[in-house]
């Protein structure tokens, strides 16, 4: 049995399935780096694991993942606390160098190896899937949703093009991306199927049931043939330029940041944030900075 206490829940189910839980239902799933390095351990887990066969990716509570968590003060235990996983050595988060390499390897870093895993992955989608939640459905090969599922990449309200990994134009299409992008609206699950992101939408009652069944199916293949089946159509997507682009979004993405920094003390402008959350205050200073927001 998983510990229930734990950020990450990982189960082994039957027929070689191995199911991922992100376990903080009180944040709505909010990602912090606790949670980022728990869930890259049972990836790897899962990956290593000659018997799992299919993987689960899905989230506890109402909600799968409202995205990265702004009340995160625990950035400088990266490196420390938690072991690199990358090569970006410098992940110190007081200059614009130390923070490219520490979104390397939170975020773009950890997205395209759990992508890369040569087994299928199922994101089972529920309730909220925003910003940093978007980036853990996509980097999965198959996105299953419920009925009261919803998506949103609102990040250009606090000062950033979008997610550190930009998937959004091979996601989305390039005109819906461009309008999702430049008014931050959300878009529903059955709208997320018309464009191409999710595969199936089914009733909240029966998402369990659906994904589980799925990935029996998916098990009982021949693996190799599955494995380069996916190694097949990831190379496609990246030679029509996924990757590149998503290295240009992400230079993008810290000029943004490094501008945030000058003009406000932090990573995000804080003008942007909704009064509701501004309210409930306890925000990371090292992300909505010390104070300066003016309404620039």
């Known amino acids: ?52 066969r299919c993987i689960i990716l899905r989230g506890s509570g109402r909600h799968f993942s409202t995205g990265h ?21 410098d992940v110190q988060t007081g200059d614009t160098e130390g923070w490219l390499g520490w979104e390397h390897e939170t975020y773009l870093d950890m997205c395209r190896r759990w992508r890369s895993i040569p087994k299928p992955v199922i994101a089972q989608v ?14 999965c090969d198959i996105i299953v949703a419920s009925d009261d599922a919803f998506f ?8 950033v093009l979008g997610v550190e990994y930009f998937a959004h134009v091979w996601e989305l299409g390039g005109r819906k991306a461009k309008e999702l992008l430049f008014t931050s609206d959300s878009w529903n699950a059955d709208q997320a199927r018309e464009m191409g992101m999710v595969n199936h939408v089914v009733p909240a009652a029966d998402l369990e049931v659906f994904v589980q069944d799925m990935a029996r199916k998916i098990a009982a293949k021949p693996t190799l043939a599955v494995k380069l089946a996916k190694e097949a159509i990831n190379a496609a997507l990246d030679m029509q330029g996924l990757q590149k682009s998503i290295d240009l979004a992400f230079a993008y993405h810290q000029l943004n940041h ?19 959350v501004l309210r409930k205050g306890g925000l990371s200073e090292l992300v909505i900075g010390d104070g300066r927001a003016s309404g620039a």
């Open 126 to 139: 529920q309730g909220a899937c925003i910003a940093g939640g978007l980036m853990l459905a996509w980097i």
């Open 1 to 52: 049995m998983p510990n229930e206490t734990a950020l990450v829940l990982y189960e082994n189910l039957e027929d070689g399935i191995a199911r991922i839980t992100l376990n903080r239902p009180s944040t709505g799933n909010a990602q912090n780096v606790e949670m980022t390095y728990a869930l890259n351990e049972a990836f790897m887990r899962a990956a290593r694991d000659k018997m799992v």
């Open 258 to 276: 490094a501008d945030n920094r000058l003009r406000f003390g932090g990573l995000l402008n804080p003008n942007g944030l909704p009064e509701t």
């Open 152 to 159: 949103q990449d609102p990040v250009v309200n606090i000062g």
């Open 69 to 89: 968590d702004l009340k995160d003060t625990e950035h400088d235990s990266v490196g420390q606390l938690y072991a690199l996983t990358s090569t970006w050595g």
